[in-house]
């Protein structure tokens, strides 16, 4: 219900199917909707409860992993064998892993590299995605055409296996990670910024600009790139849930960060072995974290393009 | 038609090709001699003088690229000096184990994530919706190697209907369905979420469409608006996102064939990982690079086989 408690056209369901009349504004239609267009996107996102929860996991998990650590201290660099294994108690309220680590540190600790990772990486695929696919986009031609090419050929070759090939030849370590990420996952925003630039270029204000005798990088950079802002985002979102993903697979199959740094991938993979033992506390954990954080970017990103979408329909 | 199936055919060849110009380029960044790396550390000069002439790795790049592309049109994909066997004859052992396990489980996942998008797009915003997507995205943010160590705990240990390896022998997968049952849900599950998701998005988009008001308005009712006008046009798009998630799909193959020791491509692609087993490494790569394109071609051949307008409009 709208907020004056009026019946307002935004709340009719004229199909039936659940989806209310504001939403089928036809484009153009701005009639009904009150305050500039990004104030609805807020409204709408707002709206949206899994959104709110999963800025609320996201935040959870930041402190956790950054501040938690501040608050409960433990020892992370030297391992005490003595104490390996235990089960959950008083000292330990996840018990230890097997080389002594309290696992509730470790998880804050993997954190740290789980959620470092995700960020940097996104921000680099982000990164060399927009500015890749708004060149190709505004260039047009054949540069276009090549430039789309290569994406193409190697978006042929599935993530994970580039992934596994350049972790084989490239050694592990955190920026290396987040390099191979990235270099990986700029493809898809790549290919979104070039349809979206495509779309914007033939718009009355871009060549109005190039009428004015504006160049491209200007056109680039102060018109095609701000109005990208809201796919960009919604895509970042979801390399970051990605990028988790990958971290944490790659550290399973062995080609995460070597020890004493951590993130939850390798401690799922280090806990595997002792899972059948019944040391349950090594393995549930870290893998609740990922699913947790994965789940609430998924959430946020799609919260996101649903209300840039209606933002679309009355543009 | 014609025109855009040429059309398509052509950037597919491209894209084949550039395909095969990255692999190289990936052969050649390995670190060291590749010489040495097959030879070992204590080879006299003799022999590795000889194994450089033999494969010509002294002449200039480009050559090699086309002596290498050569072979490759002949299927010679090289030989793995790790396991004393030609990589042809290794994926053609393994090819058919995952063409099964990806197979069955795509099939499985678009036969049940179009009744499921399409209930979710009707329920939407309801309670059993929230329900719904909730497990969808649980599922879709779960790495697959926790999903699939989560199924063997619970199926494998605890309740012990499944093995949790699947079967090793070489006489074929069908003699042991019992291990087979756990890998393929796996894989169905996540690639089930992911499609569900597009299904319902895609569903979602065609009902707020022009036709929908004027098919109700005229009086048709809820239901054959759903499954005669929505469901195919919602499915357009749909077949071309499942051709472009052929790659993810693969990938979480690798994944699944690790966790459960399926004797597929996946499990000698990540082996040869562990072991630098280079050729192995890029005969798969290409492989499945190829196969990948020529999904997507297919993809494309259908979608324009379905909605006309895009034979003209690109």
């Known amino acids: 219900m709208s907020t004056t408690g009026q019946i307002s056209p935004v709340d009719v369901d004229p199909t039936g199917f659940g989806l209310r009349g504001g939403e089928l504004m036809p484009e153009g239609g701005e009639g009904y909707h009150s305050g500039s267009a990004w104030r609805m996107v807020l409204r709408v996102f707002l709206e949206n409860r899994l959104a709110i929860v999963g800025l609320a996991m996201i935040l959870f998990m930041l402190l956790f992993s950054f ?3 501040l608050i409960y201290h433990t ?4 391992n005490n064998p003595n104490i390996a294994n235990h089960a959950p108690g008083a000292a330990h309220p996840l018990g230890t892993d097997p080389v002594g680590y309290d696992v509730l540190g470790r998880l804050m600790l993997g954190g740290q590299s789980s959620l470092e990772i995700g960020f940097a990486a996104a921000l680099i695929a982000v990164g060399i995605g927009v500015i890749w696919g708004a060149a190709a986009g505004l260039v047009g031609g054949i540069i276009d055409a090549v430039m789309m090419r290569i994406v193409d050929a190697l978006l042929a070759i ?4 580039a992934l596994i090939v350049l972790g084989a030849i490239f050694t592990t370590s955190i920026p290396e990670l987040i390099i191979v990420i990235g270099f990986v996952a700029w493809l898809v925003p790549a290919r979104l910024v070039r349809g979206e630039t495509l779309s914007l270029r033939v718009r009355e204000y871009v060549q109005a600009v190039r009428v004015m005798g504006g160049g491209t990088r200007r056109i680039l950079f102060r018109h095609i790139i701000p109005n990208t802002i809201g796919t960009i ?4 979102t979801f390399q970051v849930a990605d990028a988790i993903l990958y971290v944490a697979t790659l550290s399973y199959l062995g080609l995460g960060v070597p020890p004493p740094a951590t993130n939850w991938g390798g401690q799922l993979s280090n806990g595997l072995s002792y899972v059948f033992a019944g040391y349950w506390w090594l393995i549930y954990p870290a893998g609740i974290a990922i699913v947790l954080t994965v789940v609430a970017f998924n959430f946020v990103g799609d919260a996101l393009r649903d209300a840039l979408e209606v933002r679309l329909q009355s543009r | 038609m014609i025109g855009y199936l040429i059309r398509r055919f052509i950037q597919a060849i491209i894209v084949v090709i550039g395909v095969t110009i990255i692999t190289f380029i990936l052969l050649h960044l390995l670190p060291g001699n590749p010489v040495r790396a097959i030879l070992g550390t204590h080879a006299s000069f003799q022999a590795v003088k000889q194994l450089t002439d033999e494969y010509g790795f002294n002449k200039p790049l480009p050559i090699q690229y086309f002596i290498w592309l050569g072979n490759l049109v002949h299927l010679n994909l090289g030989f793995s000096y790790k396991q004393n066997q030609p990589v042809l004859a290794l994926l053609s052992q393994r090819i058919p184990k995952t063409l099964f396990l990806v197979g069955v489980s795509l099939i499985l996942a678009i036969l049940l994530a179009i009744p499921a998008g399409m209930w979710q797009s009707v329920r939407r915003n309801k309670p059993d919706d929230y329900v719904g997507t909730g497990l969808i995205f649980i599922f879709y943010s779960m790495p697959t190697f926790w999903l699939g160590l989560l199924l063997i705990v619970v199926f494998s240990e605890y309740l012990n209907w499944f093995p949790s390896e699947a079967p090793q022998d070489q006489l074929g997968l069908l003699s042991q369905l019992n291990g087979m049952v756990l890998p393929v849900v796996t894989l169905t599950l996540v690639t089930l979420a992911l ?10 988009e065609q009902s707020i469409q022009d036709y929908v008001r004027t ?3 005229k009086g048709v009712s809820r239901r054959a608006v759903l499954f005669k006008h929505i ?5 357009i798009p749909v077949i071309t996102l499942i051709g472009l998630s052929i790659p993810g799909v693969l990938s979480g193959a690798v994944v699944t064939e690790t966790v459960f020791n399926y004797p597929g491509m996946g499990l000698l692609f990540y082996q040869a990982a562990e072991a630098d087993d280079f050729p192995v490494l890029l005969g798969v790569t290409v492989v499945v690079a190829i196969a990948t394109v020529i999904g997507n071609l297919i993809a494309d051949i259908l979608y324009a086989v379905v909605d006309p307008r ?4 690109s």
């Open chain 1, 67 to 69: 501040v938690g650590p």
């Open chain 1, 75 to 78: 020892q992370q660099v030297f």
């Open chain 1, 158 to 161: 599935p993530f994970l296996f």
């Open chain 1, 233 to 236: 985002v919604v895509n970042a």
């Open chain 2, 195 to 204: 499609f569900t998701r597009y299904m319902r998005s895609s569903m979602l």
């Open chain 2, 215 to 217: 098919a109700r308005a």
């Open chain 2, 231 to 235: 469901l195919r046009n919602a499915l």
């Open chain 2, 310 to 313: 895009i034979r003209y409009v």
